[in-house]
């Protein structure tokens, strides 16, 4: 989508720190990082919010999945844990409406709310 900002990073209209990348997904580093490790992974195919996934998304989502898990390896996460998240629409907290998961780790999280 031509006015979305994450479309604009898949295009590489806007520069981000990116740590992964295949012809179906993306991941790049927050711009406010929340804790020591915040990456957002992202479907390179704009999808608004998670509501909008279709069943034809299913393989691409258990693809970001498990790259996610790669990247908590990469990033020295996986042993002591992290939190992979999605906030959908107003209530959830969404800003940026291309579907966007983000993998917070590196210090002791509070519990969620
Ligand atoms: P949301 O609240 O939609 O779940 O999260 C959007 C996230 O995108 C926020 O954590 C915010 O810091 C991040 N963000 C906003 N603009 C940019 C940008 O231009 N580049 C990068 N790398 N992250 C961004
Ligand atoms: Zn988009």
Redesign the pocket.
Known sequence: MDDC??CK?VKKE?P??IVYEDDKIMA???????APV?I?LIPKKHIPDLTALEPVDAEVIGHLHLVAKQIAEEQGVAESGFRL???CKED??????HL?F?LIGGRKLTHLC
């Open positions: 900002l994450f990073i806007i981000a720190q790049f580093k927050d711009i406010n990082p929340a915040h957002l998240l999605n906030n959830g907290g969404q800003v940026i409406y966007h983000h």
